[in-house]
C-alpha cells in the first residue's frame, strides 16, 4: 500500500486536460475558424474513487472482488490508515483509471479520512443488509460527504451482502427509499457471490467518463437510467 502525496484539486484537474470550447456562432458566418472539435477522453486522468461506511460492511471484500474476482472469507485486518488499488475499467472502448481508495470505517478515522473526500471524485457507500445501525449510519455519511467532497462528486449507494438473505435487516426498498431521498442511486451487491460489484463500479467509471467530457451539446449520462437498462437486461439488481 502506498500514500498518494497529493492530488489536483478536482477543476485544475479536469480543466487543463479540456480547453473550453467555444461555441459554433462564428462558423458558416465568414470566419474561417474550424469548429472545434468533438472534446476527447483523455484516458491518462486518474479518477480518485473512496469506499467508505462502517467497520464490517465489507468496504475490502467488493475492492477484493472487484480486483481479483474472489472472495477471501474472514475479517481483513481492520484498515489502519488508506491506501489504494489501481482500476483500469473499459467503457465505450475507452480505459477509465480509477484509483480506489479503502478506508477504515470506525469512527475514530473519520477524522482522517476528510482530507481524503476533498480531491475524491466518487464516493461508493456502503452499509450491510445485516446490520441496522449499518444503514443507520448512512446518513451520518452523507452528511460527512456534503460537507467535505466536491458538490459534483459521484456518489453511489450499495447494500452489500445481499448472499445473506437469512439475516437481512434492511429490506431493499429501505434502501431504494434512502437513496431517493438523496438522489444517489442504489444497488444491492455481494461481495462473496460477486453480485453487482462489477456494475457498480462501472456505472461509476461511465458516469466519471462522462463527466470528464461535457459538452454543452451532448446529453449527460444518466447514471440511473443505465443502471436500470442494466438491470432489465439482466434482471439483477435494484436502483430507484
Ligand atoms: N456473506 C458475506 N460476507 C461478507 C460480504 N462482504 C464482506 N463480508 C464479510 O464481512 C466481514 C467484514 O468484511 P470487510 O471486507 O473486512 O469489511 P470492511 O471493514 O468494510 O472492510 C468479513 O468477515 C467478510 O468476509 C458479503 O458480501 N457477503
Ligand atoms: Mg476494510
Known amino acids: 500500500m502506498e500514500r498518494m502525496e497529493s492530488m489536483e484539486p478536482l477543476s485544475a484537474f479536469y480543466t487543463t486536460a479540456y480547453p473550453e470550447i467555444q461555441p459554433e456562432s462564428g462558423y458558416g458566418s465568414g470566419d474561417k475558424t474550424p469548429p472545434a472539435p468533438a472534446p476527447a477522453y483523455d484516458q491518462e486522468l486518474v479518477h480518485k474513487t473512496i469506499l467508505v461506511g462502517d467497520s464490517g460492511v465489507g468496504k475490502t471484500s467488493l475492492l477484493v472482488q472487484f480486483d ?109 427509499r434512502l437513496a431517493r431521498e438523496y438522489s444517489v442511486p442504489f444497488m444491492e451487491t455481494s461481495a462473496k457471490t460477486g453480485v453487482n460489484v462489477e456494475l457498480a463500479f462501472t456505472a461509476v467509471a461511465k458516469d466519471l467518463k462522462s463527466r470528464a467530457i461535457q459538452h454543452p451539446t451532448e446529453p449527460k449520462f444518466k447514471i440511473h437510467e443505465y443502471i436500470e437498462a442494466q438491470k432489465e437486461k439482466s434482471s439483477c439488481c435494484s436502483f430507484f
Open 68 to 176: 481479483q474476482g474472489k472472495f477471501i472469507p474472514g475479517s481483513f485486518s481492520a484498515t489502519v490508515g488508506i491506501g489504494f488499488t489501481n482500476k483500469v475499467v473499459t467503457v465505450d472502448n475507452l480505459k477509465v483509471k480509477l484509483q480506489i481508495w479503502d478506508t477504515a470505517g470506525q469512527e475514530r478515522f473519520r477524522s482522517v479520512t476528510h482530507a481524503y473526500y476533498r480531491d475524491a471524485h466518487a464516493l461508493l457507500l456502503l452499509y450491510d443488509i445485516t446490520s441496522k445501525s449499518s444503514f443507520d449510519n448512512i446518513r451520518a455519511w452523507l452528511t460527512e460527504i456534503h460537507e467535505y467532497a466536491q458538490s459534483d462528486v459521484v456518489i453511489m449507494l450499495l447494500g452489500n451482502k445481499t448472499d445473506m438473505a437469512g439475516e437481512r435487516a434492511i429490506r431493499r426498498e429501505e434502501g431504494e
